[in-house]
């Protein structure tokens, strides 16, 4: 498995079990929705490490009600 393929795999599955869209998640992240479409489909993306850690400050910012 890539790291492309890892990362789209781990973002769909994080989108599945918070129940965020694709352009909701975009917003959040404030990134295009496409450019969230194409990490998705295992497009290379060259800030991997930094999506991964936005991904968790949006998760805590979620579990802790705060905007």
Known sequence: ???ETHLADS???WR???GV???EL???L???KRT???IEQG???RYDRLLRLALVGVEEVGNNGHA
Do not use: C, Y
Request: no cysteine.
């Open 36 to 38: 969230l479409d194409g």
């Open 26 to 28: 975009a917003a959040l």
């Open 16 to 18: 599945s079990r918070e």
């Open 11 to 13: 973002i769909r599955q």
């Open 43 to 45: 497009r290379p993306f």
């Open 21 to 23: 869209t694709a352009a």
């Open 1 to 3: 498995m890539t790291s």
């Open 30 to 32: 404030d990134i295009p």
